[in-house]
């Protein structure tokens, strides 16, 4: 927008109509608020009190008695002047209306029935001859008029209005050249065709998530000419404004509906409307009536968001082609509500501005596509963070394969993560690699050095020191250089500016170390599903010599296969050593030898891995992914009966937000049970093995209901049900291509059939997921029966009498907490007070007996069962727990069991008020029973 355009005569005459719309929607909302001070309902009253008279002279003209017929006289019949009538209410007068809205209420009014009602659709002036504006006509309705004003704000455009936009259109240009050269440019029908700017056809591409061959060859053959790094420049201006933009100001319901986008792309639209209008009526007072009395196009009160100055009017999305004609969209699909219908060409530039950088393919770009991915991710934007990864994973930088990675650690968006998949797969695919492959290889070990950390000196005489500690969390401690711990820092050092600087970015990389160990762990979990081995050299390579990943592998078991085929399991000292399971030396790698993550499940007898548990304990190893204490799972007579479905974990009432949270970051697509899409029940929890070929289903159906916003209303708990495999069919190489070709088939598997790491790994996913997500409500079958969900729902047969198991849930996860227990519990506690039950502890305090179950945690006093809730989780004078528990650091659960049984154990000693007051309130009940 230019100085000259305030001269334009079309913006002249633009704004002088609406100084007259502003001068008579004035005086309309000041008649309207004395309206309400008759009655503050006055305006609903008059329409009930016009209908009832409606209805009784229609029956009385033509004797009419059927009240069917009656009801379909509706207030869309009633005129504007009903609001003029005080006969209604039985009132001698009421407030007298502007003249202008007396003589439109005339207009709009008819007597074809005997007596006054609204035209339904009024009758065409001259100012509506032209189809452009086709648009305004609409029922003429008292209720439906007056709901496109406010009383308290400014509903239609004014002089204020068209000033403010002009500013907006003057920043909008400045600083957003780009943005506004293609919104305002693109989306103005007016803007002659010649004037449009022919770089913007450029980047014109077919509506995909990913770009074609054809398209990058275009794009690419176009930046080597002489003057294409002028497309290069616009694109990356384009996309990097558009970003700016979106975190200034928040769209609803499209691009455009940023307001003060909205407001500079629509002014120039809207002052040439305007003029139009005013050329077709005559006169700026006709022009001015034109729009109030027809003001649902051009009212706020319909805007999103509401109180911006946003309208019906021009709030179009789409694009104008220059030299070709716009593109019939396809029929691809036959959706729900019909034929889908999608355009061929991109609705905007965004995408081809996006295959433009990843044609170019500069490794500049990654740093700031990634920081726009994240904030697409954090506003849930889909279709714009789809097309930023894959541009990414096209320009398949080292850079880009660890951003994308880091991406993935907080994406659960189904369609987001598939996207990021295709993405990882084509960067690696520039390698040469795997995914996997290339997350390895690209993996930063941020300064770290073997196991001594990262140093950096804050002082002369303090250093800070970067290591990885627990499951692989990156902490800073300081000490001096003879390696004296210090606890903290002098407050003259802390206020240092290097020292500042140092810990800055120290602090910054302990961050990245604790995202990127959780990926790099999940992973190494995953390669006993994945298939994945290491040669010796590889291995090597890859992990025991690269700082972070050598403290992994330096804490895991591994399966050492040597070309003859003899195996052996071993760990690896922080020396590079080479040990056995009973942590005594062993001879160092065959150079031909194949390394793998040992798991349990091929432990010849229970020795080998007790072995392993003694030695970890005397070193007091804390395993990231749990090994010797991994809880394994096997096919039982029962399942192989059943096959191919497996009830082991059915019939378990989960809160289904809590489980979604589980499932998904270990690979699990879960959809979200809600009402307004009842298929949703029909598409079971799935984890896809392509490594073995199969797919693993857990059915699920809905239970209650809540409020998701604009989502509409989801179950809050969902019910389990079978557990079954599916064959998967591989149509391209999963490793390289990111799964894209897959295809579950309906083929199901047979239990024994299914290979046995397979099968304890997914059963231990929902073992842990039934175990940490269970609803220790009492939710018993009768009461399912009386929740309306249930029977609408759920498609499949008996589900009013579904079987609920009468106590909490027991699995491989509280079996290993037992077993923890009975190790432990010999230094913890005197020896009678705790006792080990097949599922329970049973706690001897001083003042009562307690039942603590070791899977839920639920704890009952006995001999009643009654409940008893703790606050307090860490008991005075608690002995601290040996290393052992360190084992299963992942088991939250576990350790709040361990402070609850301490704390039990000691009850006399209690003093939180809350424990006391459920104790006192036992006591009572008791001493009145006896």
């Not at 100084?19 to 004395?34: P, T």
């Not at 003057?170 to 004037?195: A, G, H, I, M």
């Not at 003694?614 to 990231?624: A, E, Y």
Request: hydrophobic share 40%.
């Amino acid at each position: 927008m230019t100085q000259g355009d305030t001269l334009d005569p079309d913006f002249a005459v633009a704004r002088m109509v609406l100084v007259e719309i502003g001068i008579y929607e004035r005086q309309l909302v000041h008649w309207m608020v004395e309206m309400e001070k008759v009655s503050t309902n006055i305006f609903y009253q008059i329409e009930i009190a016009w209908i009832e008279q409606y209805k009784s002279r229609i029956a009385a003209l033509y004797n009419i008695t059927r009240q069917p017929l009656l009801d379909n006289m509706t207030r869309y019949h009633m005129p504007l002047q009903a609001c003029m009538m005080p006969e209604l209410l039985e009132l001698s007068s009421l407030p007298r209306p502007p003249i202008w809205f007396t003589n439109f209420a005339k207009e709009s009014t008819t007597h074809a029935l005997g007596f006054a009602t609204s035209r339904i659709f009024p009758e065409s002036s001259r100012m509506f001859e032209s189809p452009s504006y086709a648009g305004m006509h609409k029922r003429n309705d008292m209720a439906a008029y007056f709901n496109a004003f406010s009383k308290n704000l400014c509903s239609l455009p004014d002089e204020k209005w068209f000033d403010q936009s002009l500013v907006y259109a003057r920043q909008t240009s400045s600083e957003f050249p780009c943005l506004y050269c293609e919104v305002v440019l693109r989306r103005d029908v007016s803007t002659p065709v010649d004037v449009m700017d022919p770089l913007l056809d450029f980047f014109q591409v077919p509506d995909a998530p990913h770009p074609s061959k054809k398209t990058l060859a275009r794009l690419a053959m176009a930046l080597g000419e002489p003057d294409g790094q002028r497309y290069l420049k616009f694109a990356r201006s384009f996309v990097q404004e558009r970003g700016q933009h979106t975190q200034i100001e928040k769209t609803y319901g499209g691009f455009l509906r940023a307001p003060k986008l909205y407001r500079a792309a629509v002014l120039p639209h809207f002052a040439g409307f305007v003029a139009d209008l005013v050329q077709t009526t005559g006169s700026i007072h006709e022009a001015a009536m034109g729009i109030l009395g027809h003001p649902w196009r051009f009212t706020f009160h319909y805007g999103q968001p509401p109180d911006t100055g946003t309208m019906r009017f021009g709030a179009d999305d789409h694009i104008r082609p220059r030299t070709v004609e716009p593109l019939i969209p396809v029929v691809k699909s036959k959706g729900c509500c019909g034929p889908l219908i999608v355009p061929e060409i991109s609705a905007d530039i965004l995408a081809g501005c996006l295959w433009t950088i990843a044609a170019a393919c500069h490794a500049e770009d990654v740093q700031w596509l990634l920081v726009l991915s994240s904030q697409a991710l954090a506003e849930q934007d889909v279709t714009t963070f789809n097309r930023l990864v894959m541009t990414i994973g096209l320009i398949g930088t080292h850079e880009a394969i660890r951003g994308l990675t880091r991406l993935r650690t907080r994406t659960r968006h189904t369609t987001m993560l598939n996207r990021l998949d295709a993405a990882m797969a084509n960067a690696a695919a520039v390698s040469g690699l795997t995914t996997v492959e290339a997350e390895e290889i690209v993996a930063p070990d941020h300064g770290l050095i073997g196991v001594f950390g990262r140093q950096e000196h804050v002082s002369d005489e303090i250093m800070a020191v970067l290591t990885i500690a627990g499951s692989g969390q990156g902490k800073i401690h300081y000490e001096s250089p003879t390696g004296t711990p210090c606890r903290k820092l002098p407050s003259p050092i802390q206020k240092d500016a290097k020292c500042l600087s140092v810990l800055r970015k120290l602090r910054l990389d302990a961050k990245l170390i604790s995202e990127e160990m959780r990926q790099h762990r999940l992973r190494l979990e995953r390669s006993w599903l994945t298939k994945q081995n290491w040669s010796a050299a590889a291995f090597q390579e890859r992990w025991l010599d690269h700082g972070m990943l050598g403290w992994l592998a330096r804490r895991q078991i591994w399966t050492e296969t040597t070309a003859n085929d003899a195996t052996r399991t071993c760990m690896f000292a922080n020396n590079g050593s080479v040990i056995d399971p009973d942590g005594e030396p062993s001879p160092p790698l065959d150079p031909a030898a194949v390394l793998r993550l040992w798991h349990p499940i091929h432990a010849t007898g229970s020795s080998l891995a007790a072995r392993w548990r003694r030695t970890l304990t005397r070193l007091g190893i804390m395993q990231p992914i749990r090994q010797a204490w991994r809880e394994t799972y096997v096919v039982t007579q029962a399942e192989l009966q059943s096959s191919p479905d497996s009830r082991r974990y059915a019939f378990r009432v989960l809160h289904q937000f809590q489980a979604i949270e589980l499932a998904q970051p270990r690979g699990w697509r879960v959809r979200t049970l809600v009402h307004h899409i009842p298929s949703s029940e029909g598409e079971p929890w799935m984890l896809v093995i392509p490594g073995f070929g199969v797919c693993a289903e857990l059915r699920t159906a809905g239970v209650g209901a809540i409020e998701l916003g604009r989502s509409g209303r989801g179950f809050t708990h969902v019910v389990t049900d079978r557990v079954q495999f599916r064959v998967v069919e591989d149509r391209g190489n999963w490793r390289y291509d990111g799964a894209r070709k897959l295809h579950i088939t309906d083929t199901p598997v047979r239990l024994g059939d299914v290979d046995p790491v397979v099968f304890s790994e997914v059963m231990r996913d929902i073992d842990l997921l039934i175990s940490v997500a269970a609803t220790t409500l009492d939710v018993g079958p009768e009461d399912l029966r009386f929740i309306p969900e249930i029977g609408e729902w759920r498609r499949q047969s008996g589900l009013g009498e579904i079987p609920l198991p009468s106590e909490p849930h027991f699995g491989g996860v509280a079996r290993t907490r037992r077993e923890v227990l009975e190790t432990i519990l010999p230094s913890l506690v005197p020896t009678g007070t705790v006792e080990l039950r097949e599922q329970h502890a049973i706690v001897h305090g001083r003042r009562h007996d307690y039942q603590i179950h070791l899977g839920s945690g639920e704890i009952l006093v006995l001999p009643d069962h009654r409940q008893l809730v703790l606050s307090l989780r860490s008991p005075p004078d608690k002995p601290k727990p040996p290393r052992i528990i360190l084992a299963l650091h992942d088991d939250v659960r576990l350790h709040m069991i361990v402070d609850d049984l301490l704390m039990l154990v000691q009850d006399h000693l209690i003093r939180d008020e809350s424990v006391l007051a459920q104790l006192e309130a036992l006591a009572r009940d008791e001493s009145s029973l006896g």
